[in-house]
């Protein structure tokens, strides 16, 4: 068999740290070509037929479970969904022993979002299938990450050489985590912003510059990107209040009047109006960017499982094992 794909080496997608540009770029080509495919009326392929994709989510995330679900319905591929509520975990499985569990299944891929920094990768290493980080704790949510990247090189048409300005909840930021790693590795310069108890500590060191006053941070940015403030994840007070949190740290048109004129506001989502962003800003369409992320989000997830998928076949078909079966186990 004849692979036309580049070249593309992971086998598993866990991060974005020490990712190359080569591979960040590969993956958002192959997105872009996604993105016609999903506005066409039929907006599917066959590509992923016969396989099975289960979406493991520990954390509850609207957004993101239908975003990889639709993006592997639209490859053809059979899908399951297991939350945290059904899942035996909530009997006193362990997570190992749930991943052993689906292993014994045969799935091709896994995608996994998790409470916990690194269990994504403990996981990956107990199973034959290819797997997908969908979030783990504060440590990476790279799908996100290329999802953003792609929506900034569409709308701008580079990343390289542009000022990103990501404002909010940084401490508890898996996706501030994820974006200065790419949008550093791909030229941008990245600053944080964000009140004191939500800066964390060498957080410098990634390769960003830190503010703590929303209007230095913003001076002259070509991309803001706000952050939610996760109450979920905070043990104590770390803002006064939210009335206060939105005065100093909200996005208004006044505070984003200091960045470039034709600045590109983001947001991950979930957004809260009139904590992290106003609400007419956030619909302005002028200026937000934030539905064309959602939409480009299932594009990159279809582009993820693409390369993964391509690169089990190569793996199978160099050890002359059928291409169907790129568990490597007999089904």
């Not at 803001?224 to 043990?235: A, F, N, P, S, W």
């Not at 803002?239 to 009047?257: A, C, D, Q, W």
């Not at 109006?273 to 299932?298: P, T």
Request: with cysteine.
């Amino acid at each position: 068999m004849a692979f036309s794909m580049p070249e593309f080496g992971h086998r598993h997608i866990l991060g974005i740290a020490g990712m190359p540009p080569y591979d960040i770029t590969t993956i958002l080509d192959k997105a872009d070509e996604y993105v016609e495919l999903n506005r066409e009326a039929s907006g599917k392929s066959d590509l992923l037929a016969g396989r099975t994709v289960i979406n493991l989510f520990f954390e509850n995330s609207t957004r993101t479970l239908t975003s990889f679900e639709l993006a592997a319905k639209r490859l053809g591929a059979d899908t399951i969904n297991m939350t945290v509520a059904t899942s035996s975990v909530k009997k006193g499985e362990t997570l190992i022993d749930t991943a052993m569990t689906l292993n014994a299944m045969h799935p091709d891929f896994l995608v996994v979002r998790h409470q916990e920094s690194g269990a994504v990768e403990l996981l990956s290493q107990k199973v034959n299938c290819a797997v997908l980080n969908g979030g783990d704790g504060a440590h990476e949510h790279p799908t996100q990450a290329l999802l953003d990247a792609l929506t900034i090189r569409r709308r701008l048409g580079k990343i390289e050489g542009l000022t990103v300005a990501i404002c909010g909840d940084i401490a508890h930021s898996r996706v501030a985590r994820s974006n200065i790693h790419l949008l550093s590795a791909m030229g941008a310069q990245v600053r944080v912003i964000a009140p004191p108890t939500l800066l964390p500590s060498g957080i410098e060191e990634m390769g960003c510059t830190a503010y703590t006053d929303m209007r230095e941070g913003l001076k002259d940015a070509d991309i803001v990107m706000m952050l939610r403030l996760q109450m979920e994840r905070m043990q104590g007070q770390f803002v006064p209040s939210i009335r206060e949190y939105y005065h100093f740290y909200g996005l208004t048109y006044e505070k984003l009047g200091v960045a470039k004129p034709e600045a590109l506001v983001m947001h991950p989502g979930p957004m809260n109006r009139g904590v992290e962003i106003g609400s007419e800003l956030a619909d302005d369409i002028n200026r937000s960017a934030i539905l064309d992320q959602v939409e480009l989000g299932v594009a990159v997830r279809m582009a993820c499982l693409d390369l993964l998928h391509n690169v089990w076949q190569r793996e199978e078909h160099s050890k002359g094992k059928p291409d169907g079966d790129a568990t490597g186990t007999e089904g």
